[in-house]
């Protein structure tokens, strides 16, 4: 996984899950395996996410990964919310991730992110030797 791709998650339950209602706050954050797939569940028991708004925040990302697909917007990845995590997930991944979100039925806010096993260290490696100085060691 890219560094601190889960922190942001982490962080918007410490900003929005709390209010005067919900004022003890649990969260977990669980990584398995299902159909060759690595799946990782962050939820929260707090107060969820106002509908319209989620609404909002869902159609931005679909449309922001739309332009994505048709090679654009790429240079317009910006902030460190949940929109801009998903998006840096979808470049990095290339096509082998994909995620759900929203409010759960019993209070509270999840994302499961999927990400389809692969051989993430040779594409690592391809990056790496990508950016190698060719100067380096002489």
Known sequence: ???LCLQPFAENIFEHAYNAKNTAVHAEVRCTEEDGKVVILIWDDGQGMDEKALRTMKDNIRERCREL???RAADEVYGIGIENTILRMQLY???AFSYDLGNRTDG???IRMMIE????GKRDRE???ENKNPDRGR
């Open 1 to 3: 996984l890219p560094r």
């Open 69 to 71: 697909d048709r090679g």
């Open 93 to 95: 991944f290339d096509g």
């Open 108 to 110: 509270g806010f999840y």
């Open 117 to 120: 096993e692969g051989d993430d």
């Open 127 to 129: 990056q790496c030797n």
